[in-house]
């Protein structure tokens, strides 16, 4: 099945500063690759999704970029502020409707914006 | 909104209790998912239904069971608590055509 590593596990940066997260996949037949943020006491919640048709999408200050050559996707967070501290998780997922288009998550980072 | 609610925050249960954990919906949406989440292993799915009375085995079942007798709940039972089922327990749902999962604040369960 796939597997999906995420690195680093934990990150602090200075706020003003840029985060990167990155994650590896393992089945190249994945297609979609979301990113999920989960705030203290709550639920992880969508901030944004990629497909294996585009290399790059960008929303405000967050993007994401994808290698499917490498099998590896990036977020990347720019000008970081307090409220962006929170854990992280990539995902994958091949995409069978019919097997309730399951994902499979990366272990997860704890982002720490210092004031 | 989409809203996903599960019966409890917090539980405390007893090693060989059966435990159970109710997830609503209120979206009409088709699949529904169980993760159970620990530090450093990130969400791993436990079961996952893609219609009423309909269910599927994630990558780590055993010792779990699930019901889905209505479209709108999902529950996730523990037939005999152990310790090593202490976890944070999320449950999630989507539509069929989408990708997108809605997920619940989550149940900490501790078992001792």
């Known amino acids: 099945g796939e597997n999906v590593e995420q690195h680093p596990s934990t990150l602090s940066v200075q706020e003003g500063d840029s985060a990167v997260i990155k994650c590896t996949y393992s089945?190249?037949?994945?297609?979609?690759f979301p990113w999920y943020k989960q705030e203290l006491g709550k639920g992880p919640q969508l901030i944004i999704d990629?497909?294996?048709?585009?290399g790059e999408k960008k929303d405000q200050r967050i993007a994401v970029t994808l290698n499917k050559t490498a099998k590896h996707f990036s977020l990347h967070i720019t000008e970081t502020q307090p409220e962006d501290s929170a854990v992280y998780f990539c995902?994958?997922?091949?995409?069978?409707?019919?097997?309730?288009?399951?994902?499979?998550f990366g272990g997860g980072t704890r982002v720490l914006v210092k004031p | 909104d989409v809203k996903v609610t599960q019966s409890s925050r917090y539980l405390v249960k007893r090693t060989g209790e059966k435990v159970f954990l109710e997830c609503v919906q209120d979206?009409?949406?088709?699949?529904m998912f169980w993760y159970r989440q620990d530090p450093g292993l990130g969400l791993r799915l436990i079961y996952f239904?893609?219609?009423?009375?309909?269910?599927e085995k994630g990558d780590i079942p055993e010792g779990y069971s699930v019901s889905r007798e209505k479209k709108e709940r999902f529950s996730l039972i523990l037939e005999s608590a152990s310790t090593n089922q202490t976890s944070m327990y999320l449950c999630?749902?989507?539509?069929?055509?989408?990708?997108?999962?809605?997920f619940g604040p989550g149940t900490r369960l501790t078992v001792t």
């Open positions: 999630a749902s989507s539509l069929r055509d989408t990708q997108e999962q809605y």
């Open positions: 089945d190249s037949a994945s297609n979609y």
């Open positions: 990629i497909r294996s048709n585009v």
């Open positions: 995902a994958a997922s091949i995409g069978i409707k019919a097997a309730g288009n399951k994902l499979t």
């Open positions: 979206m009409d949406h088709e699949n």
């Open positions: 239904s893609y219609d009423v009375k309909m269910k």
